[in-house]
Every structure is written in structure tokens, then in C-alpha cells.
């Protein structure tokens, strides 16, 4: 008979978790820190009864509340894995049952705004790490989460000049713990990149998907039977959570409003170039974007694809 595995740690890191959301991230992270042995105790806070209760069904947690003020009461670390939106007003709610000593983290994907929403809320005492666990799924709800979704993933941390370096020593170990590589960056360098690896990719997704959506009945069957793998990795991408992407774009407006400046200028070059008959621009330019794909696989953040065996 096979043995259950064992945690990774004799003890745990944390001796109460409280993740305030139980979405996608949330919950993947609830499942992660249960299988490595990472707190004593998970407690769990969302504002739906309905989620709350899909949670305890899944045996996320320990405890499960409404109340994200009684979640986070005693708590070592609260994770806050609301909607970039929400930080703020989540923040001002569990202020005041934070303890002396707790960190206080999150997992959104523009961290100016965390630095800004929650900077003012947080009573002395309590260690602010911004987060961001580059990882997800289309998918969300806590039945959406599994713990390995973490494995091999960054997570990119954007202490101030101002935070406790044990609790970041603290935040990097839990992440590190659940599979991640963890990089330390300045928040606003991190709005920048993910504005353009990112943030770019979702809005370019829900546009293009957004155009096949609105063309006539016949032509969207037949985009829907033809489509080729492209296309059906921009449905997949634009299938994400409306409101999270809502408040990425209003939290991390300057990024990607620079971005899509940019963008938009090299989209006009590509349109003049293929009504003017530039062949060799657009070849140069096709060839010169190959590189950054054989980067990405160098970096092992993806696999090259599989070329099919000579059957000749």
C-alpha cells in the first residue's frame, strides 16, 4: 500500500494562511500549501456564499468565512487574491484585525497600484510584499485550481525601499516552496514588461476574437470549423475572467496605454508595408521576431513544438 506524501517541511513555514479570494490563483495556492505542508492552518475568505461553500466542499481550507477581517485575524500572512480592484477596499476591511508582525501580500499582475491601494490602510507593524505568480489558466472558480499550477513559473516580487526583508526572505520561501523561480524587480519595471507580455497579448485576444464575434452568422461558423491553432489560442487567452482583466487595464493604465501606443505605431508600419508591396520589410520583420521565440526557449518558458518524422 503507497504511503501519502510527506510534507515538505518538518514544521510549517506558517503557523495561519489566510487567502482572502478562493479563484483560480487562490485556490490553487490553498491546494499547494496543504500538499507541501506549508501552515498549520488555511483559512479561507470570499464574499460569496456559493464559492465559500464550493470551497469547503473541496476541502481548501480550515476555516471558511465571508468575513475577510475574521480570516485574517492572528494570521501570519493574508494573500490577498481579490480582483486588483478590490485590493484596496479588501485592505481597509482587515486592517484592523491584522496583528503586529503579519505580511500582507497578493498575487495581481500590476503592482504600482497594490503599492498605492494598500500603502495607507496597513497599520505599523504589518510587512507589505506585493507579489505577482505569472501563472494561470483560461479558467476560474476554486474547482479551476490544482496545486501544481506553480511548477516552474515565475513569481516576481517588488519590495519598497521601505519593507521588512524578512518577510520578503518570507513571501520568496512560500513561493519557492509551491515550484516557483522567484525574481525580485521595482514595481514600476514590472507593470512595463507585463504590460507587453502580457497585458498586450489579452487585449490583442479579446480584439481579434471580439471581430469574428461581431461578422455574420455564416462567416463565424465557418471561423469556428477553420480555425487554424492561432486563432484558437487567441479564444482560449480571451476566455480569461472579464473582471480581472477589466481592473488590470484601469490599474495598470499607463503601461499599457505606452505599449499599445507603440503598438499600434508598428501595426501602421505593417499595413503600409503590405499595401505598398514591401516584401522585404515584411520578411525582415518576420525574421527578426523569430528571435525572441528561440529566447523564450532557451529560458525554458516553453517547448519547442514537434516537428513531424520524415516519412518519406
Known amino acids: 500500500m503507497s504511503q501519502p506524501n510527506k510534507p515538505i517541511f518538518e514544521r510549517p513555514m506558517f503557523e495561519r494562511i489566510a487567502i482572502i479570494g478562493i479563484g483560480l490563483i487562490g485556490?490553487?495556492?490553498?491546494?499547494?500549501?496543504?500538499?507541501?505542508?506549508?501552515?498549520?492552518?488555511?483559512?479561507?475568505?470570499?464574499?460569496?456564499?456559493?464559492?465559500?461553500?464550493?470551497?469547503?466542499?473541496?476541502?481548501?481550507?480550515?476555516?471558511?468565512?465571508?468575513?475577510?477581517?475574521?480570516?485574517?485575524?492572528?494570521?501570519?500572512?493574508?494573500?490577498?487574491?481579490?480582483?486588483?480592484?478590490?485590493?484596496?477596499?479588501?485592505?481597509?476591511?482587515?486592517?484592523?484585525?491584522?496583528?503586529?508582525?503579519?505580511?500582507?501580500?497578493?498575487?495581481?499582475?500590476?503592482?504600482?497600484?497594490?503599492?498605492?491601494?494598500?500603502?495607507?490602510?496597513?497599520?505599523?507593524?504589518?510587512?507589505?510584499?506585493?507579489?505577482?505568480?505569472?501563472?494561470?489558466?483560461?479558467?476560474?472558480?476554486?474547482?479551476?485550481?490544482?496545486?501544481?499550477?506553480?511548477?516552474?513559473?515565475?513569481?516576481?516580487?517588488?519590495?519598497?525601499?521601505?519593507t521588512n526583508m524578512d518577510a520578503v526572505k518570507k513571501v520568496r520561501g512560500l513561493w519557492e516552496a509551491c515550484g516557483m523561480k522567484v525574481e525580485e524587480m521595482d514595481a514600476a519595471h514590472h507593470d512595463q514588461v507585463l504590460a507587453i507580455t502580457s497585458h498586450l497579448p489579452q487585449l490583442i485576444a479579446y480584439t481579434i476574437v471580439g471581430t469574428a464575434t461581431d461578422m455574420e452568422d455564416d462567416s463565424k461558423r465557418e471561423i469556428m470549423k477553420y480555425s487554424a491553432g492561432g486563432f484558437r489560442d487567441f479564444t482560449r487567452i480571451a476566455a480569461s475572467d472579464p473582471v480581472m482583466w477589466r481592473d488590470v487595464c484601469l490599474k495598470n493604465k499607463d503601461a499599457i496605454l505606452d505599449i499599445l501606443g507603440r503598438f499600434s505605431q508598428d501595426l501602421n508600419n505593417l499595413q503600409r508595408a503590405i499595401s505598398n508591396d514591401e516584401g522585404d520589410f515584411l520578411e525582415t520583420m518576420f525574421s527578426r521576431t523569430r528571435e525572441i521565440r528561440s529566447g523564450i526557449i532557451e529560458m525554458g518558458q516553453d517547448k519547442p513544438d514537434i516537428k513531424p518524422k520524415d516519412q518519406t
Request: with cysteine.
Open 27 to 162: 485556490s490553487s495556492l490553498a491546494r499547494a500549501v496543504r500538499e507541501h505542508g506549508l501552515a498549520g492552518h488555511i483559512a479561507i475568505a470570499t464574499r460569496s456564499n456559493q464559492t465559500l461553500e464550493k470551497a469547503e466542499k473541496l476541502g481548501l481550507g480550515d476555516s471558511y468565512t465571508t468575513d475577510a477581517a475574521l480570516a485574517a485575524a492572528d494570521a501570519d500572512l493574508v494573500v490577498l487574491c481579490v480582483p486588483l480592484g478590490s485590493i484596496g477596499v479588501v485592505g481597509k476591511a482587515i486592517s484592523g484585525a491584522l496583528k503586529s508582525g503579519a505580511i500582507i501580500s497578493d498575487v495581481g499582475s500590476s503592482k504600482t497600484s497594490v503599492i498605492k491601494d494598500l500603502g495607507g490602510s496597513l497599520p505599523d507593524g504589518v510587512h507589505l510584499v506585493p507579489a505577482h505568480p505569472v501563472a494561470g489558466t483560461e479558467f476560474s472558480g476554486p474547482e479551476a485550481g490544482y496545486a501544481s499550477l506553480f511548477d516552474g513559473h515565475w513569481c516576481v516580487l517588488t519590495p519598497t525601499a521601505d
